[in-house]
């Protein structure tokens, strides 16, 4: 609550500034259109809307996976296109919609990715990857020389976070984290996941197309529809003042898949 | 078949060390060219598909047609280096196809997770598309070890040693015990030099140390010892080099002066019986004038001829009708001398190479039968053929119904109602004698020809071209007056029969092209009734 107020603060300094990008794919396609949006330390931004409607186009376009057509993206006041996209991934962490974890590398490799393509030296990175594992609550001790493929999909996961923390980056960036995994697998890590990104004051941008999750983690929620924003607040202002017949429905949506429910139970 | 045995293995180490020198010098030059490509290709679908279609264009042209075409391609080298090229470049393809799918079809997220963690190309590269894909490569590597080892042994033909030329000769001599002894040690070869790969591949892959170093350590040990195998002595000397050393001894003191001392020649050989032991022959006389003598066994015809223009070698044994129809490319049949001459004039202002007169015998195409099949048809010559033409079957090689002496022939006797099968030489003999066909086009100096009891039916209008053998010396070395000396010496001493005899020892009583070549060298020594051979001393 404490931090939910933080960032309607306004005097907050945005860590995170996307201003009007826009993307047209090579084949013309225009998957982005005319988006903004900022998040202030310690703030998660979720994205919310339906597939294909451009979330993972404007995610990829905050650490440079993709080149912003128009528009432009500020992290800490510095334009990201005047960095050495290489250089600003190593500063941004990501957790992939597909895990993306490498396979051929042990739980500690993956972890300790980052720090090694920054030359952290052995022991530095030993320290970190077992401070980081303990955090995603894996046991150092007995996963640190596993192989991705004798980790449970929740527990890949956990390392997906880890990794992508490894470098204590000043943005994280998370597309669909939650949407491989089974349903109680799921919540629990959405609420650790929570918890880490509080203790921590972690400023991040969350993609989901599951409005319960994006109620559940976001700070302030941006809707997304065929490439363009439909409503940019806080869960409150969503619910109490939706923009669009479209956001009055997407919001209602647990509602109504409550009651539904309650019939079928009875 | 001990003795066989034993012989066969004393040739090992020459045989294993060249096999094994080219093999893998082209798949390590082969992997290091095809790799790099693969990844480059990998990264566009313009240059892949391009790359991949030259690679697998290369990969039709049948192997030993790219081994041959190396030649000429080289400006007529042959050995080593023809040998190395082509199949380097039979070596690529498997990998370069390999490393490209292996790379393009790994699972996209992993590849954009190497991007988003913050890796270069060249980190996403080495730390993630090459370990991962690094098995689908591996198979590549795998599948190019094994065709190339089994490619070598046709480099044989091109002048370079391999385990090809037991198979070669083997079956040449109908020595099965040599052609075992290629194909098992080949496949040895291969088999191993997969598996060892496979292990590196498996250690890498799992991290383990010590099976990696392992293997890596078999591998070297095997590789430097097939290499160095023959400076080792092995002990067990082979028969050939006794029956040398045998006859060096005897002749030592006949011997006055040795007017080839310390000189080195080199000697050519077709892939034929015939030709292993007249090589042979001419060593042992060469060895006696004191030369150091290099004999390269089992080439092919025209890249011999190639080889003898360009000096490569020194001389070898070629034949009037095999000069006239492939290289001088004319068809029409002369009298014997006749050819003789032409051909002598032809190869010297053509080519400047010395023709030394014939050595006596003709190899030429001719028909036989069973002796006491040719009494019932009331047959001694083609011309009693054509009565009963429609009821005979004739068998040849392939190659004999396709040259134009057999349209000659067919023509000339009115033959054409005739049926012809084609078959290998190495079984038409006994297709004869069986009695399952009734005439085959044989070589008139084919040792089963005595022991199958076969008649050469006589030729009264000369259909066929005369096969003269001939000892052929290269431009550069017809310089050395010695040298044709020591060669002249064989002129008009062997015959059609003595020539036929010792053919036969090898063909039929195994014995080696050395001992047949021993048996030659005390016949024509014996004989003195040499009129035709002034250069004689
Ligand atoms: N590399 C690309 N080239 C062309 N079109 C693309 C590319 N990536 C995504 N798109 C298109 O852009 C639109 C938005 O895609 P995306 O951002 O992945 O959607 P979401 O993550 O919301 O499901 C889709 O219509 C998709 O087909
Ligand atoms: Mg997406």
Known sequence: MKRRR????????????????????????????DVSFDAVEGELIVIL?????????????????????????????????????????????????????????????????????????????????????????????????????????????????????????SVILLDEPFGALDPITRDTLQHEFKHIQRSLNLTGVLVTHDVTEALLLADRILVMKSGTIVQFGTARDLVASPASLYVAELMDMPKRQMRQLESVVG | MSEN??????????????????????????????????????????????????ASLVQTVPSMALLALMVPLLGGTIGFLPAFAALTMYSVLPTLRNTVTGIVELDPAIVEAAHGVGMTNWQRLWRVELPLAAPVIVAGIRTATVWVVGTTTLSTPIGAPSLGNYIFAGLQTRNWMSVVFGCVFAAVLAIFLDQIIRLLEVALRERKRQLGLGALAVLLVVVAGGLFLPLIDLGAQSTRDAVTAQSKTESADKTTGRSLAGQTIVIGSKTFTEQYILSELIERRLVEEGAVVKTIQNMGSTILFDALRNNTIDLYVDYTGTIWTTIMERDEAIERTAMYIEVAHYLRNKHGILTIAPLGFQNAYSFAMRQDHAPSLGARSIA?????????TVAGD??????????????????????????????????????????????????????FDLVILDDPKAAFPPYDAIVLLSPEAQQNKALIKATAWFANLIH??????????????????????????????????????????
């Open chain 1, 49 to 169: 809307g339906e597939s294909g409607c451009g979330k993972t186009t404007t995610l990829k376009m905050i650490n440079r996976l993709i080149d912003a057509s128009n528009g432009s993206v500020e992290i800490n006041g510095q334009n990201v296109s005047r960095i050495d996209p290489v250089h600003l991934r190593r500063t941004i962490g990501y957790v992939f919609q597909g895990i993306g974890l490498f396979s051929h590398m042990t739980v500690a490799e993956n972890v300790g990715i980052t720090p090694a393509l920054l030359h952290w030296d052995e022991e530095r990175i030993q320290i970190r990857v077992d401070e980081l594992l303990a955090m995603v609550r894996l046991e150092p001790e007995k996963y640190r020389n596993r192989m991705p493929a004798e980790l449970s999909g929740g527990q890949q996961q956990r390392v997906g976070f880890a990794r992508a923390l490894a470098t204590s980056p």
């Open chain 2, 496 to 537: 059609d029969d003595l020539m036929r005899e010792a053919n036969r020892r090898v063909d039929l009583d195994s014995q080696s092209p050395a001992q047949a070549a021993d048996f030659l060298y005390r016949a024509t020594n014996a004989s003195n009734n040499c009129y035709l051979c002034p250069l004689r001393q």
């Open chain 2, 384 to 392: 009693d053929l054509k009565p009963h033409a429609r009821e005979l």
């Open chain 1, 6 to 33: 933080r960032t309607k603060n306004p005097k907050s300094r945005p860590v995170l500034r996307v201003k009007r990008v826009s993307k047209i794919f090579a084949d013309g396609g225009r998957a982005v259109s």
């Open chain 2, 5 to 54: 045995f034993s012989e066969r293995l004393a040739e090992l180490p020459q045989y294993l060390s060249g096999h094994l020198l080219l093999s893998v010098s082209a798949l390590i030059l082969g992997i290091a060219i095809s790799l790099p490509l693969g990844v480059l290709a990998s990264r566009s679908h313009r240059t892949s598909g391009p790359l991949l279609a030259t």
């Open chain 2, 398 to 451: 392939p190659e004999f119904f396709a040259r134009p002496e057999w349209a000659s022939v067919r023509d000339t006797y009115g033959l054409g109602a005739i049926t012809t099968i084609g078959m290998d030489s190495t079984f038409m003999y006994q297709a004869v004698r069986d009695r399952r066909v009734d005439l085959i086009g044989a070589y008139t100096t084919d040792g089963r020809i005595i022991a």
